[in-house]
């Protein structure tokens, strides 16, 4: 049974519709992490969890039990802030130990609480210090830490690594990552950054204008994005969406790209399945990622339908690890990502591998998922 | 050459400089000069005063003036001098302060963080009050001190001068709230505190700032209002700008010019004293809005 189960969620702030028709629910244990770009309604949904907002319609179960109209405080949630919202006058041992110094839990307990969360957190020395005595790092820390000593059922997280830099935000996903598995307690967790959503989750929900575009397990999201949005929105490089047209051909269909000065390029997809059958001669959008267009040597060797064309490279831009080469395909730039070491540069023609096991297909029109 | 131009350049700064400072202490005299009239005729005997030079230094020193302003002169009919007046003033500014400033970071406090259906329009209609000239309100305010019982005493004067005192004090808590987190009081929120424990635990002791603003602006207003001094107050409750006023118009006997510079100094005495302690914190919570932490 679902542990956290939101269901037919709408919520508005006067006339205006902020989610809409929001249905979601995870397992005990479960990290979700609630994506999308910034306005999308992310906050607005977690707060709602929260009790900080009231919803317009619909309900939120915690454990089988609704807690619509509960306040903050009754739901046994815990939240971590964006701006970490530590009490400024209090002392870190103070933030942590405030509410159950609300609820009136005796001083003994207290300290034992506050000893216990710190160890964990490595924050021990920061116990007397205020809040503006400390670096982001440990502001999020003892946010996390009055967070965990309440020992909820389910932690909220409001973009919580989004005010670190670049180094400390990843250590600090990792160190979330390990005290999820460390804990076992639900998360729900809003960020607007795709690597923290694919590294984090069980489940992620993808948000946009206050729509559900798609909630999955992260290979769901990565490899059968429901429409243009999610395929282009999660994934870094982005997946190359590009206009191309289905043939008819010898042993099934071709994919065919427009090409500059050149013909077109016609990739034939062995394992087309009857949904794609019905777009022959139509137009659709061709959906790849970079690492599914390579070069022929780095392909994957267990593709059943791969395929190969011959390109012009415009860009070579080499990232250490992989050399991501971009040509022109269907009108629009491409993006390959090729071995570090691939003798190629710009100017040059080279053959490329399409993965098509990974190729995904989309109506133009709908922007919806075709295959 | 460069090095005599320099030269030129330094002399032209000091030349500069000089002229600003003659400035700043041509107009600091020139605001300065009415206090020094006040203290220096305020410690002559009365006939120094009546041979005319007011600028001179006492040639006989005597705080006797001083002691009487404050203890024996004649104020309308009682010989009482301005003491029980400022006691009563005491008595009604300092209830009148605290609850206008209580009351208006509560409101402050409701108005950002706990918003509601037209708590714009509210806040509006609060605004008015700071606008609204006093003159306006005598009619009617009378009329409810006198329906509840509280006309002429000291807790009618402090109940009209919190009210009216409250679309200020509102103004600047609401404003200075408006900046303070609100991710704070959902904090608190979840972490179980009610209403008045987030405005206690939380708001207040941020507060330091606007509160010193408010106090002082309270403070000074009411200590020198006139208006409702002497238009509400009855036979036990005058404050003491009205008695100052009575003491130098009391038309017994001779007037006794440095009495009055005594009573005027003993009545402006307070509010400068406020200033002098507290200015800087004025000044630095007017800021404090302004500037974001
Ligand atoms: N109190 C509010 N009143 C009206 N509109 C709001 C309010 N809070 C948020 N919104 C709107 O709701 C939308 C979603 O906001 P939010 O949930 O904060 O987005 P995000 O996904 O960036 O966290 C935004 O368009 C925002 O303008
Ligand atoms: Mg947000």
């Not at chain 1, 809409?20 to 906050?43: A, Q, R, T, Y």
């Not at chain 2, 007011?54 to 003036?65: G, K, R, V």
């Amino acid at each position: 049974m679902s542990f956290l189960k939101i269901s037919n969620l709408y919520k508005n702030y006067g006339q205006v519709e902020i989610l809409k028709d929001i249905n979601i629910e995870i397992d005990k244990g479960g990290f979700l992490v609630l994506v999308g770009p910034s306005g999308c309604g992310k906050s607005t949904l977690l707060n709602t969890i929260a009790g900080l907002e009231p919803i317009t319609s619909g309900d939120i179960a915690i454990n089988g039990n609704s807690v619509a109209g509960l306040h903050p405080s009754k739901r046994d949630i815990a939240m971590v802030f964006q701006s970490y919202a530590l009490y400024p006058n209090m002392t870190v041992a103070g933030n942590i130990a405030f509410g159950m110094e609300i609820r009136g839990v005796p001083k003994d307990e207290r300290e034992k609480a506050i000893k216990q969360v710190a160890d964990i957190l490595q924050i021990g020395h920061l116990l007397d210090r205020k809040p503006s005595q400390l670096s982001g790092g440990q502001r999020q820390r003892v946010a996390m830490g009055r967070a965990l000593v309440r020992n909820p059922q389910v932690f909220l997280f409001d973009e919580p690594l989004s005010n670190l830099d670049a180094k400390l935000r990843v250590d600090m996903r990792t160190e979330i990552k390990r005290l999820h598995q460390r804990m076992k307690t639900t998360i729900v967790y809003v960020t607007h950054d795709q690597i923290e959503a694919m590294t984090l989750a069980t489940k992620i929900a993808v948000l946009k204008d206050g729509l559900l575009q798609q909630f999955g397990t992260p290979a769901e999201i990565y490899n059968s994005p429901a429409n243009m949005f999610v395929a282009d929105f999660m994934g870094s490089p982005a997946m190359n969406l590009l206009s191309a047209r289905l043939e008819g051909g010898e042993g099934g269909l071709n994919v065919v790209l427009d090409r500059p000065s050149d013909k077109p390029l016609a990739l034939p997809i062995k394992m087309a399945n009857g949904a794609l059958g019905a777009y022959s001669g139509k137009e659709i959008i061709f959906g790849v990622r970079p690492e599914a267009l390579t070069d022929p040597d780095g392909a994957d060797r267990n593709a059943k339908s791969l395929a190969e064309g011959e390109c012009l490279i415009e860009v070579v831009e080499p990232a250490g690890s992989d050399t991501f080469a971009v040509t022109k395909l269907g009108g629009k730039e491409v993006v390959a990502r090729l071995r570090a070491d691939a003798a190629i540069h710009a100017g040059q023609k080279t053959r490329l591998a399409f993965n098509l096991d990974k190729a995904v297909f989309f109506d133009p029109k709908s922007q919806l998922r075709i295959a | 050459m460069s090095a005599a131009s320099q030269d030129v350049a330094t002399r032209n700064g000091i030349f500069a400089r000089a002229l600003i400072y003659a400035v700043l202490i041509l107009f600091a005299v020139y605001y300065l000069l009415p206090l020094y009239v006040m203290v220096v005729n305020s410690l002559k005997p009365l006939d120094e005063i009546r041979q005319g030079n007011m600028l001179a230094l006492p040639q006989q020193w005597t705080i006797a003036p001083w002691l009487s302003a404050w203890s024996t002169a004649q104020i309308g009919v009682q010989p009482t001098g301005l003491k029980p007046y400022f006691l009563n003033s005491v008595m009604m500014v300092v209830p009148a302060v605290a609850l206008s400033t209580i009351l208006g970071a509560l409101n402050g406090y409701v108005l950002t963080k706990w918003r509601f259906k037209g708590d714009n329009i509210v806040f509006g209609l609060m605004l008015l009050a700071c606008f609204i000239p006093f003159q306006i309100v005598l009619i009617p305010s009378a009329r409810i001190l006198g329906m509840t019982g509280l006309a002429g005493t000291i807790t009618g004067l402090v109940l009209i001068h919190a009210i009216y005192g409250l679309g200020f004090t509102t103004l600047f808590f609401r404003n200075y709230y408006e900046a303070f987190p609100t991710e704070l009081v959902r904090a608190a929120q979840i972490d179980g505190a009610s209403f008045f424990q987030i405005f206690r635990r939380i708001l207040l002791p941020s507060s330091g700032p606007i509160i010193v603003v408010t106090v002082i602006w309270q403070f000074t207003n009411i200590w020198n209002d006139f208006l409702f001094g002497s238009s509400f107050s009855g036979f036990n409750s005058i404050p003491l700008t009205v008695a100052l006023n009575n003491l130098v118009n009391s038309s017994t006997g001779v007037k006794e010019y440095n009495v009055h510079f005594a009573g005027a100094i003993l009545a402006a005495l307070p509010t400068l004293i406020v200033y002098i302690v507290s200015g800087r914190y004025f000044v630095r919570g007017l800021m404090a809005g302004a500037v974001k932490g």
